[in-house]
């Protein structure tokens, strides 16, 4: 392939959440260009963005409002102002550590969780849920 050829399409994956994967598939030499058109849009459209592996506090901390229940062990719903660290000492070593909390707004007022406590989260708006699914595809 040379100059600005087209790279053949070779397989189209659907998947349940509305997202495709297409595959391209040829053979390039060291002077061959290829444009892959991509539209930004679609990444930026989504709320959740998994690309650079973030953890789960890093995840919640830029989901600021979101609608979440929590089970700490038992269910709280609140929506969500926050994550902060907080420091622990181990007791065995007397070692400090630093441990994420996430600040929810309950009927009862701001509550903190250490989110090593929470055992599951869900969040309560389906379009929420549906861009978690569609960034676990990407």
Do not use: C
Request: glycine share 8%; proline share 6%.
């Amino acid at each position: 392939m040379s100059g600005n050829d087209v790279l053949p399409l070779a397989k189209i994956s659907i998947f349940s959440s509305g997202l495709a994967y297409y595959e391209h598939s040829g053979l390039l030499t060291d002077s061959s260009v290829i444009n892959l058109p991509f539209k930004a849009e679609t990444l930026r459209s989504l709320k959740i963005d998994l690309s650079e592996n973030p953890d789960m506090a890093a995840i919640l901390g830029k989901l600021r409002g979101a609608e979440v229940e929590a089970a700490v062990p038992s269910p709280v719903s609140g929506r969500i102002v926050g994550i902060e660290y907080r420091p622990r000492s181990v007791s065995s070593t007397g070692e400090q550590i630093v441990e994420p909390w996430i600040s929810l707004y309950t009927n009862q007022g701001i509550k903190m969780f250490s989110l090593v406590e929470i055992n599951t989260l869900h969040f309560k708006d389906p379009e929420l849920s549906g861009d978690l699914e569609r960034a676990m595809d990407l």
